[in-house]
């Protein structure tokens, strides 16, 4: 697969070989064949794959090895990944030749399920779909990166697989008339159960409620796909099932977790059908209604409640030999009463014996890959639980050391819950999540006797934790962060220019969450050695990406011609025509993202850097027209999701956006009736705030009333802003009581992105600091020290040392360079607290 095959050029990568045929013709994007193996079986099947691929005009590519087609089929990487260990792009007209010589070859061979694709016949691996051929990768709205396809009318699709079929609304099914797909019957287990809801979609296998028409009673089912995260001795997904069907037979008279009511199998797929706990699980709870206190007056709702009704549940597993290894706030489910159940068996033991499995930040910082689960195992999960109900977050993962993460969580949850009123419930908690077992046992045993907490109670232990200090963000701090910050993305900006690294996916090229956003802010660092030079490089690679990108600033080529107007690129291209409909159809879009209110204000910024600004501010002419006079309109952006805030006013998809593009357009065009508009909006919005201030201030608040995308931290910076440019005054003190409220949200925010995350609020911090200073400059300290703790939650979220840390993107996981979702929009918010003030991201400010 390395060398020419009969014409052919191949090549490898660290995922994929690759066999490429010079006649075939460039293709953008059409029907596709994907191939599903086990990895036992690749090699195989590529010798049986690759004649028939030889035939045939047509592009192809091999998983490289058993490892990574073992990683592919885990499902860690995407759903509508698993399975593929070989995809074929064939010419126009040619796949349903093809797809039937390869089901002729492969009749009888078994593999993972594409749950992305159609499978072309039900006796053979093989799968189709209609995809991408070449990578066209964007930022859509929502921030998730879109796989673009553009159809001959120039309809955009999002070509990336997910958990279920697709196809664009211009292409033909090459298959169409042939009962091609795999339908599940009427009703699971031979019509006994009749699905009502779905629970879970995940590669793994779905989870379904359903209602048993034999009894009555409401079910869970529990799907396991056939060969899907297949380790190396055969295991797969369903013998996680059965294992959890075990566990839960010996566990038949315990309170608190699930009965098995019936198990069964249809086609390779294997079901397990137990008793419904309740439809909320403790995640949903608390995004719900907010976290749990013990000064809670609901007394189904204190922590120490809920610890000690779970380390009774655990107790009772434990005595029938039982070790769970999985739990954490998804697996705890509370019935009416607020009673918790605990539920998913799949990867825990039964005397010792089970199947591997961990999740990061519960049950694997101490698992025993070379021995036994033990019982105080599950009291560190335990902890980590009662964290996240604490505070709503999920544990530092992001540093490879498992103490960095322990000791920043125990962090945060000393600033999450402060004071002496909450020591205890913090000093359990911190025994809970001891790297000793010894310790973790005396933690659980003082929670049983109403002891925790208390001192001199229990043994000494060998990994006591104790919370750490807190950082303390002075300037030097501050210059060291900043310094290494950017050497970190100017290596990653050197790095996606590098033409000789490889990636999965192309870096997108927009602001949001591409290569302008990061160029944007690394702008502010060309004093620093290197940096000029990288942002040279990064906007030449810029300019030369072909890619299908809407109009708009954040998500769009407004947003890309930015940057390279600023890094004074001499390349141009001619930005799009303003957009005439949504992209779901109906009205344009209004919001800043995409939409027309962030295509003006790209306009007006980039009439500031034009010889002759003309045209730009034609276009912001009819983008103001367009929102004042309802031609464009806004659809807020999650809604109707869990933990969802006041949309409708944010500033990335509500009314704080479009009002802020009408501010800075009355302030370029000094028109009186624009000044009237921008006063119009602003005074709206002004007149809604204390109703959001007072609905963020409650108990259950969703703390995603703080970010600067979806809550009060951009409303905030709107209404600074108002204050200054309509000379209005009252605004600042609104904008004042914003910020406020944000800080107090800010040590349950998980995040330390500007997208819903603490920078976002760091820099409404900076900005009614700088606002308030210029006014009474008493009142600005108040705002810098509010600036300063937002960094050191920052630090106490992220991995490294406090001079040299390691910000997690959005995933909690691994650093990026992006502006939205990483370490470019981190750094801006502490280069402005560092400098006390400057723009946010090129030349917005």
Same mark, same amino acid.
């Given at each position: 697969?390395?060398?020419?095959?009969?014409?052919?050029?191949?090549?490898?990568?660290?995922?994929?070989?690759?066999?490429?045929?010079?006649?075939?013709?460039?293709?953008?994007?059409?029907?596709?064949?994907?191939?599903?193996?086990?990895?036992?079986?690749?090699?195989?099947?590529?010798?049986?794959?690759?004649?028939?691929?030889?035939?045939?005009?047509?592009?192809?590519?091999?998983?490289?090895?058993?490892?990574?087609?073992?990683?592919?089929?885990?499902?860690?990487?995407?759903?509508?990944?698993?399975?593929?260990?070989?995809?074929?792009?064939?010419?126009?007209?040619?796949?349903?030749?093809?797809?039937?010589?390869?089901?002729?070859?492969?009749?009888?061979?078994?593999?993972?399920?594409?749950?992305?694709?159609?499978?072309?016949?039900?006796?053979?691996?093989?799968?189709?779909?209609?995809?991408?051929?070449?990578?066209?990768?964007?930022?859509?709205?929502?921030?998730?990166?879109?796989?673009?396809?553009?159809?001959?009318?120039?309809?955009?699709?999002?070509?990336?697989?997910?958990?279920?079929?697709?196809?664009?609304?211009?292409?033909?099914?090459?298959?169409?008339?042939?009962?091609?797909?795999?339908?599940?019957?009427?009703?699971?287990?031979?019509?006994?159960?009749?699905?009502?809801?779905?629970?879970?979609?995940?590669?793994?296998?779905?989870?379904?409620?359903?209602?048993?028409?034999?009894?009555?009673?409401?079910?869970?089912?529990?799907?396991?796909?056939?060969?899907?995260?297949?380790?190396?001795?055969?295991?797969?997904?369903?013998?996680?099932?059965?294992?959890?069907?075990?566990?839960?037979?010996?566990?038949?008279?315990?309170?608190?977790?699930?009965?098995?009511?019936?198990?069964?199998?249809?086609?390779?797929?294997?079901?397990?059908?137990?008793?419904?706990?309740?439809?909320?699980?403790?995640?949903?709870?608390?995004?719900?209604?907010?976290?749990?206190?013990?000064?809670?007056?609901?007394?189904?709702?204190?922590?120490?409640?809920?610890?000690?009704?779970?380390?009774?549940?655990?107790?009772?597993?434990?005595?029938?030999?039982?070790?769970?290894?999985?739990?954490?706030?998804?697996?705890?489910?509370?019935?009416?009463?607020?009673?918790?159940?605990?539920?998913?068996?799949?990867?825990?033991?039964?005397?010792?014996?089970?199947?591997?499995?961990?999740?990061?930040?519960?049950?694997?910082?101490?698992?025993?890959?070379?021995?036994?689960?033990?019982?105080?195992?599950?009291?560190?999960?335990?902890?980590?639980?009662?964290?996240?109900?604490?505070?709503?977050?999920?544990?530092?993962?992001?540093?490879?050391?498992?103490?960095?993460?322990?000791?920043?969580?125990?962090?945060?949850?000393?600033?999450?819950?402060?004071?002496?009123?909450?020591?205890?419930?913090?000093?359990?908690?911190?025994?809970?999540?001891?790297?000793?077992?010894?310790?973790?046992?005396?933690?659980?045993?003082?929670?049983?006797?109403?002891?925790?907490?208390?001192?001199?109670?229990?043994?000494?232990?060998?990994?006591?934790?104790?919370?750490?200090?807190?950082?303390?963000?002075?300037?030097?701090?501050?210059?060291?962060?900043?310094?290494?910050?950017?050497?970190?993305?100017?290596?990653?900006?050197?790095?996606?220019?590098?033409?000789?690294?490889?990636?999965?996916?192309?870096?997108?090229?927009?602001?949001?969450?591409?290569?302008?956003?990061?160029?944007?802010?690394?702008?502010?660092?060309?004093?620093?050695?290197?940096?000029?030079?990288?942002?040279?490089?990064?906007?030449?690679?810029?300019?030369?990406? =072909?890619? +299908? &990108?809407?109009? *708009? /600033?954040?998500? @769009?080529?407004? #947003?890309?011609?930015? $940057? %390279?107007?600023?890094?004074?690129?001499?390349?141009?291209?001619?930005?799009?025509?303003?957009?005439?409909?949504?992209?779901?159809?109906?009205?344009?879009?209004?919001?800043?993202?995409?939409?027309?209110?962030?295509?003006?204000?790209?306009?007006?910024?980039?009439?500031?850097?034009?010889?002759?600004?003309?045209?730009?501010?034609?276009?912001?002419?009819?983008?103001?027209?367009?929102?004042?006079?309802?031609?464009?309109?806004?659809?807020?952006?999650?809604?109707?999701?869990?933990? =969802?805030? +006041? &949309?409708?006013? *944010? /500033?990335?998809? @509500?009314?704080? #956006?479009?009002?802020? $593009? %009408?501010?800075?357009?009355?302030?370029?065009?000094?028109?009186?009736?624009?000044?009237?508009?921008?006063?119009?909006?602003?005074?709206?919005?002004?007149?809604?705030?204390?109703?959001?201030?007072?609905?963020?201030?409650?108990?259950?608040?969703?703390?995603?009333?703080?970010?600067?995308?979806?809550?009060?931290?951009?409303?905030?910076?709107?209404?600074?802003?108002?204050?200054?440019?309509?000379?209005?005054?009252?605004?600042?003190?609104?904008?004042?009581?914003?910020?406020?409220?944000?800080? +107090? &949200?800010?040590?349950?925010?998980?995040?330390?992105?500007?997208?819903?995350?603490?920078?976002?609020?760091?820099?409404?911090?900076?900005?009614?600091?700088?606002?308030?200073?210029?006014?009474?400059?008493?009142?600005?300290?108040?705002?810098?020290?509010?600036?300063?703790?937002?960094?050191?939650?920052?630090?106490?979220?992220?991995?490294?040392?406090?001079?040299?840390?390691?910000?997690?993107?959005?995933?909690?996981?691994?650093?990026?360079?992006?502006?939205?979702?990483?370490?470019?929009?981190?750094?801006?918010?502490?280069?402005?607290?560092?400098?006390?003030?400057?723009?946010?991201?090129? &030349?917005?400010?």
């Amino acid at each position: 697969m390395t060398g020419p095959i009969a014409g052919r050029s191949g090549w490898s990568d660290d995922v994929w070989s690759y066999l490429t045929d010079p006649r075939m013709p460039a293709m953008e994007h059409g029907w596709k064949l994907h191939v599903s193996a086990r990895p036992g079986d690749l090699e195989t099947v590529t010798g049986l794959v690759l004649p028939v691929l030889l035939r045939h005009v047509c592009h192809a590519k091999f998983a490289k090895d058993q490892e990574v087609l073992r990683a592919i089929n885990s499902g860690a990487r995407s759903s509508g990944s698993v399975g593929k260990a070989i995809t074929v792009y064939p010419p126009p007209g040619t796949i349903a030749g093809i797809a039937e010589e390869l089901v002729a070859v492969l009749r009888g061979r078994e593999g993972p399920q594409i749950v992305s694709d159609r499978r072309v016949d039900p006796g053979a691996p093989v799968y189709y779909r209609y995809g991408p051929f070449t990578g066209d990768y964007r930022t859509g709205r929502s921030g998730r990166l879109e796989s673009v396809m553009t159809g001959p009318d120039g309809q955009v699709f999002d070509g990336l697989a997910t958990g279920s079929y697709r196809c664009p609304p211009w292409a033909e099914d090459p298959f169409a008339g042939e009962p091609r797909r795999t339908r599940r019957p009427s009703g699971f287990g031979g019509g006994r159960y009749r699905v009502t809801a779905g629970i879970v979609r995940k590669p793994q296998g779905n989870v379904y409620r359903a209602t048993d028409l034999k009894s009555g009673h409401p079910v869970v089912v529990k799907q396991a796909r056939a060969f899907v995260a297949e380790d190396e001795s055969g295991a797969d997904t369903r013998d996680r099932l059965r294992n959890e069907r075990a566990v839960l037979t010996v566990l038949g008279t315990v309170a608190g977790v699930p009965r098995v009511v019936d198990y069964f199998r249809h086609r390779s797929d294997e079901y397990l059908v137990m008793s419904s706990c309740g439809d909320r699980d403790l995640r949903r709870e608390v995004q719900e209604h907010g976290p749990y206190r013990d000064d809670d007056t609901r007394q189904d709702r204190t922590l120490s409640g809920l610890a000690i009704q779970l380390l009774r549940v655990l107790d009772d597993i434990h005595d029938q030999g039982v070790v769970v290894r999985d739990l954490k706030p998804n697996n705890v489910v509370l019935d009416r009463t607020g009673r918790c159940q605990v539920i998913d068996f799949g990867v825990s033991t039964l005397d010792g014996t089970g199947p591997s499995g961990a999740t990061p930040g519960y049950s694997q910082p101490v698992e025993h890959p070379d021995g036994p689960a033990r019982a105080a195992d599950d009291y560190y999960a335990l902890g980590a639980t009662l964290f996240f109900a604490a505070t709503g977050m999920d544990p530092v993962i992001v540093d490879s050391d498992a103490v960095v993460n322990r000791d920043r969580t125990l962090l945060g949850l000393a600033w999450a819950l402060p004071g002496r009123d909450h020591r205890e419930i913090r000093s359990a908690i911190a025994e809970l999540m001891s790297f000793d077992p010894s310790v973790r046992s005396v933690g659980a045993g003082r929670l049983r006797t109403g002891t925790a907490g208390r001192s001199g109670a229990g043994q000494s232990g060998v990994d006591r934790p104790r919370t750490a200090r807190r950082p303390r963000v002075d300037d030097d701090l501050l210059g060291e962060i900043v310094e290494h910050t950017a050497s970190y993305c100017v290596s990653e900006a050197r790095r996606i220019v590098d033409p000789a690294a490889t990636s999965a996916l192309p870096f997108p090229v927009d602001i949001y969450g591409g290569s302008s956003g990061l160029g944007l802010e690394l702008l502010h660092h060309t004093h620093r050695d290197g940096v000029r030079e990288t942002v040279d490089a990064l906007a030449q690679w810029t300019a030369t990406q =072909s890619r +299908a &990108l809407s109009p *708009g /600033f954040y998500s @769009g080529h407004t #947003g890309v011609q930015l $940057f %390279l107007t600023a890094a004074g690129s001499t390349s141009r291209t001619e930005l799009p025509a303003l957009p005439t409909e949504g992209p779901a159809g109906g009205p344009p879009e209004a919001d800043q993202i995409e939409g027309v209110a962030g295509i003006g204000l790209g306009r007006l910024l980039l009439a500031r850097l034009a010889p002759s600004p003309t045209d730009h501010l034609a276009v912001a002419a009819e983008c103001h027209r367009m929102l004042t006079s309802g031609t464009a309109r806004l659809t807020p952006t999650g809604a109707d999701t869990v933990g =969802s805030a +006041a &949309l409708r006013e *944010g /500033f990335a998809h @509500g009314e704080a #956006g479009t009002a802020y $593009f %009408l501010l800075e357009y009355a302030a370029a065009t000094r028109n009186a009736t624009a000044v009237d508009h921008a006063r119009t909006a602003c005074a709206r919005l002004a007149a809604l705030t204390p109703g959001i201030i007072t609905a963020a201030t409650t108990p259950g608040a969703t703390r995603r009333y703080g970010s600067w995308c979806r809550g009060l931290a951009g409303l905030g910076s709107l209404l600074v802003r108002a204050a200054d440019r309509l000379d209005q005054p009252e605004y600042l003190t609104l904008a004042q009581q914003t910020a406020r409220t944000c800080a +107090a &949200l800010a040590p349950r925010m998980p995040l330390v992105t500007q997208c819903c995350g603490l920078a976002g609020v760091g820099d409404l911090m900076v900005d009614v600091a700088v606002a308030s200073g210029s006014s009474i400059p008493s009142d600005s300290e108040e705002f810098w020290d509010a600036a300063r703790t937002i960094a050191a939650l920052i630090l106490a979220r992220s991995g490294g040392t406090w001079s040299r840390p390691l910000f997690p993107n959005t995933d909690l996981t691994t650093p990026s360079p992006t502006w939205a979702g990483g370490s470019a929009g981190v750094l801006a918010f502490l280069r402005r607290l560092h400098s006390r003030g400057g723009p946010r991201l090129g &030349l917005i400010g």
